[in-house]
């Protein structure tokens, strides 16, 4: 009994040992995190308390079911906080959920679209996010994929031809607010203007917006153009963003929200649960909606907005450093991404940047600091002098 006690307690402190070094790589990775679209500056006031709680939202967050630890109120709340945001009165009733990632919401919306028109084809661009085309091959949906604007936005003529082509049958359109290379905006307003047009009238269509990381800035943007905001007064049928991009939770997630017809066409009861079958888990963390909810309510509007306008100037700011040394960038107005060309690798390394054919980008997020920004710009200027790159082509 002895001996298993103290090798427990050897165990138990190689634990520690390798846990307290996994937070210290952490916490240094976070210093230099220049590439990914995560608002590490939470400060989350969470209880301790909690942590090691289950805490599990079973089944539909309306619903309710015999199982008590759950948070679905505070899940509800976060729902409401986001309808408010992207005014989802104008679409009648809509209906949210606090899932696993950004992905689990487009895989979701697009699961109702299909479900709403069965033959549809999907429509998206060319610089959609991976988890499009992917949620389009779980659910054996025919794609087509429309090219883009250098900037990354979705060609408004291009997406014309394509609903030339597939006349007759609806069509699922997922179109980007915030692509992940180019942080671009599609022009919602032209491209339901187009739809309309064209005969696709609202039950010949369901439109997803993925607002992974911007339907979290452009709402808090003074002067962003109307027809690239995301708000459901423009008669689109859900939108979708991720809890650890610009909300800032210190674990994935995400949180979808969609027009109530649509879930309520998916919804089955199961008698064991009390409870309607209306998301893709049937478990999901209550840890997350904790962590949301207490960012949404403890930052507030006010907060996020001083945090966008910072972040957006910032952004303007490193691209214009950038060019005026000559060097291409990309930038597009009321985002905080910045493209150039991909450099060395041990820049790519220490700013963890991602790269994406020749380019890479930085996205100035609330955790970034001045500071980081200035060695950046010290760091990738000598790379850049001495490389053959900055001759003209
Ligand atoms: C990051 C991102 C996603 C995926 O979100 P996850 O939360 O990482 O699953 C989807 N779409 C866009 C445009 C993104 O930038």
Known sequence: MNTMQSADAVMDVGIAQCLSATEKRLRAAHATHLGYPYNLATGLPLPSGISDLLVNNLGDPYAGSHFASEVCDLERQVVGWLQDLWEADAAGATWGSVGASGTEGNLWAIYLGREALPSAVLIHSDEAHYSIPKAARLLRIQTMSVRCRDSGEIDVAAFEETLEQVKGRPVIVVLTCGTTMKGAHDDIVAVMNCLDVHGFG???RFVHVDGALNAMVLPFVDGAPQNIRPTF??????I???GHKMIGTPMPCGVLIARKSHVDRV???IAYLRSDDTTLMGSRNGHAAIAIWARLFGHGRARYRDD?????AKAQFLAAELSRWNIPVIWNAHGM?????EPEVRIVNRYQLACYRGQAHAIIMPSVTDDLIDEFLNDYRSWWMSSDRRLPQ
């Open 267 to 269: 919804a089955s009861s």
């Open 337 to 341: 991404t910045v493209v150039f060309p």
């Open 202 to 204: 609202p039950d010949q």
């Open 308 to 312: 966008v306008h910072r972040c957006v």
């Open 240 to 242: 979708s963003t991720s």
């Open 233 to 238: 007064r423009h008669g689109i049928d859900s």
